[in-house]
């Protein structure tokens, strides 16, 4: 079961190389997305996008908001 | 959208997977970085007068008058120890009784914006008010800074 985390959380995981997924669509994240972020929008999620991300390091996934 | 996407995630083999449920809105409404086409644009953070005068809700009007003058009838920012906003102080109020607590005079909900909020992207509805100034806060309620909406004479 994922994990919830707050602002602050966030901020230290990345710092310590959690890796962050950004899954709105594309031209959201063009706009404007965390630095850092890696995007896979939900639609696109599946075992061949995932490959972009380790497997082995932690993932933080995020989207606008509480949806 | 993020719960489905941790969840997918999981089932794709990843052992420790994060959910940022507040998501963006709550990292750019707390002033940290973007990144991206848009991220440049101006926010109100961005021209926000940051070198704002401050008082504590126990003061006394006269004191605060002392510590700041009148400075050209700018409002004061009544802060707590954390700088949360706890209300706003108008020049007309600061020119009172001067044995009156700040707490009396104060403006217990004064005008706040987001600092993500795009420079001049002013509500239609504080035009019509004729509200002249805005505090920026992040999304915990710590002061950032003060933002002139419109010049006082506007408001006639």
Redesign the interface.
Known sequence: ???????Q???Q?VREG?QL????GAKE?????????IN?P?KN???AT?KR?D?G??????????? | ??????????T?????????????????A?G????????HVPRVADVAKRDVHTCRLDERVGDVRDRVGRDGGEPLIVVDADRVVLGLVNSDALAGDPAIPVEEVMDSAPVTFRPNIRAGEMPDYLKKQGVQHAIVTTSDGVLIGLLHLQPAHSTA
Not at chain 1, 1 to 7: G, S, W
Not at chain 1, 29 to 37: D, K, N, V, W
Not at chain 2, 3 to 8: G, L, Q
Request: glycine residues 4%.
């Open positions: 079961m994922p994990t919830v985390i707050d602002r959380a966030v901020q995981l959690t997924v950004d899954v709105l994240y063009e706009a404007e997305h965390i630095p850092g972020a896979i939900l999620l599946d075992r995932a991300l497997s390091r932690p993932a933080i996934t995020y989207c606008h908001d509480y949806q | 959208m993020s719960a489905r996407a941790a969840s997918r995630l999981a794709l083999g990843f052992t420790h997977v994060y959910r940022y449920q507040a998501g963006r809105a709550d990292w750019f707390a940290l970085p973007r990144e991206g086409r848009d991220a």
